[in-house]
């Protein structure tokens, strides 16, 4: 097996994970259970940990509307998992008040409406709850209590009860971590994996925290064929977020695909000043199945890979050619010569 020819042009392929090489599909399903449950709260009703894992897709199916939802917010920029249950509940709030279990379809409705980078509408969407529901608008706000709070129950419902060291309020979780599969084969994503990392640097640039991350590239053996120093994840963010005062370093900002092209031990201002040697973007290939993974390689200028493999599948591909992406493929393993 051999790498196709275009790959010899770089140095560096920097992976997003979900919807690339990890499959979203648990990250999907502890956000549906996260809306359900925070709703729940907030009405003051109980929630039975065991119904909801029993019931997992109806409930999926109906938060996020056979999936409709999650495809539209994903479009709209909407990158991490954590966002897209904190956006849906926003939603549900000012189509709904205090209607907590009202109709979803509304959100979805509500969410076709809005614009096509969303991040820059989160405040108006906090501004707007806040009128609605009377709950404070700094509560609301992103990374705000509200938010803060979801992280936590998403972290609950996905990590589980024994890695987190701590007993979930509502009842046992036992961790949807621990079901990952591959999003392609692992087989073949395996022979990609090994083959590029034998000429070039392979990196990540995921949403994922770093346990999240670690976890399922340890347990399918994929890890040693990244680079140590290339593995940048959501902790890095958050870190930077927190040294920097800027909340706004998630993709589409660059940050991430910066992070691992020049090492995470790179100094984060001089990241975000540009105070780095940007001939090596000329040789960096940014692989991503979204929206928000081209606009994040555009923003820093380098060569992207479209993959359909995310929510919208093959529809991806008039989005990506319409970005003018440089190569769309079906999936990861289209690296390696037929």
């Not at 090489?21 to 003051?44: C, F, G, M, R």
């Not at 065991?50 to 709209?76: A, W």
């Not at 998992?81 to 979803?104: C, P, R």
Request: hydrophobic fraction near 40%; include cysteine; proline fraction near 2%.
């Amino acid at each position: 097996m051999k790498l196709k020819s275009f790959l010899n042009k770089y140095d560096t392929i920097i992976f997003d994970m979900d919807g690339v090489i990890t499959s979203e599909q648990n990250y999907w399903n502890a956000a549906a259970l996260t809306v359900w449950e925070t709703l729940a709260d907030k009405s003051h009703a109980k929630i039975d940990t065991e119904y909801c894992m029993r019931h997992l897709k109806e409930i999926r199916d109906e938060v996020f509307c056979g999936d409709e939802l999650i495809s539209v917010l994903k479009s709209k920029g909407v990158n991490s998992n954590w966002d897209l249950g904190y956006v849906t509940v926003l939603i549900a709030w000012i189509t709904k008040g205090d209607e907590q279990y009202g109709s979803f379809r509304d959100v979805l409705t509500y969410a076709k409406q809005l614009p096509d980078n969303i991040i820059e509408a989160y405040d108006a969407l906090a501004q707007k709850c806040s009128d609605v529901t009377g709950y404070d608008m700094y509560y609301l706000k992103r990374n705000g209590e509200l938010w803060q709070e979801m992280h936590e129950l998403f972290q609950e419902w996905f990590l589980g009860d024994e890695l987190r060291g701590k007993m979930s309020a509502h009842g046992h979780k036992a961790g949807l971590l621990y079901k990952e599969e591959p999003i392609v084969d692992k087989e073949g994503l395996l022979t990609v994996l090994k083959l590029l990392s034998e000429t070039k640097r392979v990196c990540t640039g995921t949403g994922r925290p770093r346990i999240e991350m670690l976890v399922p590239l340890s347990d399918w053996k994929a890890l040693p064929y990244f680079a140590a120093d290339g593995l940048c994840n959501y902790d890095h963010v958050a870190n930077a977020e927190q040294t920097l005062n800027n909340n706004a370093l998630t993709k589409p900002h660059p940050y991430m695909f910066l992070k691992a092209l020049y090492g995470t031990d790179y100094d984060d201002k001089k990241l975000i000043d540009g105070n780095y040697d940007k001939e090596k973007i000329k040789t960096t290939l940014i692989v991503g199945d979204a929206g928000a993974d081209i606009l994040a390689a555009r923003a820093m200028g380098a060569d992207f890979c479209a993959v359909l493999t995310g929510i919208q599948g093959v529809g991806a591909r008039a989005y990506f050619e319409k970005m003018n992406a440089e190569y769309i493929l079906n999936s990861v393993v289209d690296f390696l010569e037929d």
